[in-house]
């Protein structure tokens, strides 16, 4: 009994944390391929003084931070190079040369004059000028694995953006999903657009005045999560976040956009060449980051469905041999039962016991039993499910790619075991289903046990 | 006092033993009537057991008929017939087969469990039954709490739960020593003298049988010798060598001192 409920409570749990992480990968994918889309003509600019950025591994800033989490509430930023939000006042500040108190992990404040000489390069379309800054905490966790680490768990991150009209209209600077009031336009100020998480944090809505940072917004819209790296980004116009987090004359990254896509490569050379601290991502670069990010998380989607089905069909097999099992094993014990009692049968019958009610009195003894064994089952299985099912059934590998990879395929791993009062209501039920079934047979036989038999002697 | 409450006539009962077909009862006749004591003498395969079983429905005879209380139980269906065995005959066993689960007045009541009598009724019932054997005050022991005696007493009073027409006894004293074999004994006669119930009783103890008014010979599955017992002399009062008055609980006659025994 105990090992009934644990399967199907072990193998739901692995099926819900695996159907999650396949939702959470089939909704990355999804969002990966927004962002394509999105970055066609787009050229980011960001200012790393000390290393390398490079790909999805976001280097190990001085605050300390890690590789995001991507089931998290903020997955790595694909589109603006901003892969880890700093936190408010905390850590060293990389951006020694100006930066305000506010400053971000990975990401370098720029002084924004000193590229002013962008916009004219040539086959350049428009370059938007965004501060990004994060207010959060320091968070240690234990990963699956065993080792801990420090990540920063974002509470928001405001995004300032130029809100110029030819930004604002020809280009893809601002969220495109609006679930409640509007967007930013140009020309916008001391307002502000909340993404539908921080709507949810600071509890205000469309409408409302919002004190961020000691100053206050009027909150213009709200922002359904369009992209991977906007669910906890506020928008706002770009002199409002440098006054707000005290970073004036400061931003953080550089969104360029190319005449034409062909174009790209051009330019982003170009600007290597004008501004060789400046590390240039370009679409081309990006759409195949994203490309081989994709195709990554698209297989490892197709490992954890895989791995759902392999589970769903494993503890299908183990919960029709469990079942296959408790029926034969009541069978065997009425029967043995019937068999000892032969005698006490005998008697019962000689004594003027019809055949039903011998019967009945061996079904009610069936029934009762694995009722018993039913709810000491369900109790042991309360307690050892985690365990027995991690015996019982595989776990969830999805395929183990290094680094973030690792992470993702390891939120399938500790399936939290949850044995619900519905399994429980189901296990007990087909524990008495079984034991009715094992007993028919046994019960029939005692109730065709000849009266003789109590006459036997010993 | 002469009616009779069993009428085997023509009775036969073969078993198939492999191939081959053993008779056990061949033509077989017998009438008990109501208030008599008979017991049932024979050496073993002599075919008693199985008169006892087809006597009791609990066994099919071959052939021939066995009317009990005037009913032909050899043509009742076996839905039928555990009502019969319900209410018209009391089983008592060698082995006692007593529920071990089952304290004294709860094995006692167990008879009456199928009928319509109340739970209070059957308590009642089993309580004045387990008195009338001398249990009084052991009705909530367990069987393994009481002694082979005692244990036969509770099979004896079970058997006269539903107030039968006729008690089965298979050997009842088979499983007891001396001093608890004539207290069943007694216990039976008694029940015979006092409340007239007609006892069937296989025994292979002559002296078990002396206390019975018919004996009956068993041999080869038929009736070689029939003897008076003492028991009759008892119900008649009279003893058997001097004809003066007798009294039922008396071993030796008080008059010629001549041992009441076989």
Redesign the interface.
């Known amino acids: 009994m105990a090992i009934m409920i644990s399967i199907p409570a072990g193998a739901i749990a692995n099926q819900e944390s695996t159907l999650s992480l396949t939702e959470n990968l089939g909704s990355t994918i999804t969002q990966t391929e927004a962002s394509i889309n999105q970055t066609l003509t787009q050229i980011d600019c960001t200012l790393t003084p000390s290393f390398e950025g490079f790909g999805f591994s976001p280097p190990d800033s001085g605050s300390g931070s890690t590789p995001p989490d991507f089931g998290g509430a903020v997955p790595p930023s694909s589109g603006s190079g901003n892969f880890t939000p700093g936190q408010f006042g905390g850590g060293s500040l990389p951006g020694q040369f100006g930066g305000g108190p506010f400053g971000s992990g990975g990401t370098v404040a720029m002084n924004e004059t000193l590229y002013s000489d962008i916009a004219s390069i040539e086959n350049v379309a428009a370059v938007a000028a965004v501060l990004q800054a994060s207010q959060g905490e320091n968070q240690t966790m234990t990963s699956p694995d065993g080792r801990s680490f420090t990540r920063i768990v974002p509470e928001y991150v405001i995004e300032g953006i130029q809100l110029t009209s030819d930004l604002v209209d020809n280009y893809p600077i601002l969220p495109s999903n609006i679930t409640s009031g509007r967007n930013l336009q140009a020309g916008d100020d001391g307002v502000t657009l909340l993404s539908e998480e921080n709507a949810v944090y600071f509890g205000a809505n469309v409408g409302a005045e919002l004190e961020i940072l000691g100053e206050t917004f009027e909150v213009i819209g709200i922002h359904g999560s369009s992209g991977v790296e906007d669910r906890t980004t506020l928008y706002m116009n770009l002199s409002d976040a440098q006054s707000l987090t005290d970073n004036n004359g400061y931003i953080t990254s550089l969104q360029v956009f190319a005449e034409n896509s062909e174009a790209v490569s051009e330019v982003a050379n170009s600007i290597s060449d004008l501004h060789p601290e400046l590390s240039v991502s370009t679409s081309q670069q990006r759409l195949e980051e994203l490309q081989a990010l994709q195709s990554t998380y698209t297989t490892a989607l197709e490992s954890a469905e895989a791995s759902v089905s392999q589970m769903q069909n494993t503890a299908f097999g183990e919960i029709v041999v469990a079942v296959a099992a408790t029926s034969l094993i009541v069978l065997f014990v009425m029967l043995y039962t019937v068999r000892e009692r032969t005698?006490?049968i005998?008697?019962?019958?000689?004594?003027?016991?019809?055949?039903w009610?011998v019967m009945s009195q061996f079904m009610l003894e069936g029934v009762l039993l694995s009722s018993v064994a039913g709810v000491v089952g369900i109790a042991i299985g309360s307690v050892a499910a985690p365990a027995l099912s991690g015996l019982l059934l595989p776990t969830v590998a999805v395929l183990g790619g290094a680094g973030t990879f690792g992470r993702v395929a390891s939120m399938g791993s500790p399936a939290t075991v949850s044995i619900t009062p519905e399994l429980m209501v189901i296990a007990l039920a087909a524990a008495i289903a079984l034991g009715t079934l094992g007993s028919l047979y046994p019960a029939w036989r005692a109730s065709k046990t000849?009266?003789?038999e109590?006459?036997r002697?010993? | 006092m002469s009616e009779p409450v069993l009428k085997i006539e023509n009775l036969s009962k073969s078993y198939m033993l492999g191939k081959r077909e053993v008779l056990v009862l061949s033509d077989f006749n017998l009438q008990v009537n109501t208030g008599e004591f008979v017991s049932i003498m024979g050496p073993s395969g002599s075919g008693k057991?199985t008169l006892?079983?087809v006597l009791?429905c609990?066994?099919k005879p071959t052939s021939g008929q066995v009317l009990l209380d005037g009913v032909d139980v050899t043509k009742l269906p076996?839905?039928e017939l555990?009502?019969i065995?319900?209410?018209k005959i009391?089983?008592v066993?060698?082995?006692f087969?007593l529920?071990p689960y089952l304290d004294a007045r709860e094995n006692v009541e167990?008879?009456m469990?199928?009928t319509k009598k109340s739970k209070s009724e059957r308590s009642q019932r089993a309580r004045e039954l387990l008195k009338m054997v001398g249990l009084s005050g052991r009705e909530d022991h367990r069987p393994q709490r009481l002694s082979a005696g005692e244990q036969q007493r509770v099979a004896i009073a079970?058997?006269l739960a539903?107030d039968p027409a006729i008690i089965l006894a298979?050997?009842p004293t088979?499983n007891l020593d001396g001093k608890n074999k004539r207290e069943i004994v007694s216990l039976l006669a008694n029940l015979n003298l006092d409340q007239g119930t007609t006892i069937v009783m296989v025994t292979h103890d002559g002296h078990v049988a002396a206390h019975t008014e018919r004996r009956l010979f068993l041999h080869d599955g038929k009736i070689t010798k029939e003897k008076q017992g003492l028991h009759l002399a008892k119900k008649k009062s009279v003893c058997p060598f001097c004809s003066n008055q007798i009294q039922t609980n008396e071993i030796f006659c008080s008059s010629c001192n001549k041992k009441l025994d076989d």
């Open positions: 005698k006490e005998g008697t019962l019958k000689a004594i003027g016991f019809s055949n009610a000849r009266p003789a109590a006459m002697y010993e | 057991t006892l079983n009791g609990i066994d076996e839905g555990y009502k065995r319900r209410n009391g089983f066993f060698q082995t087969n529920l167990l008879p469990e199928t079970r058997a539903n298979d050997e088979g």
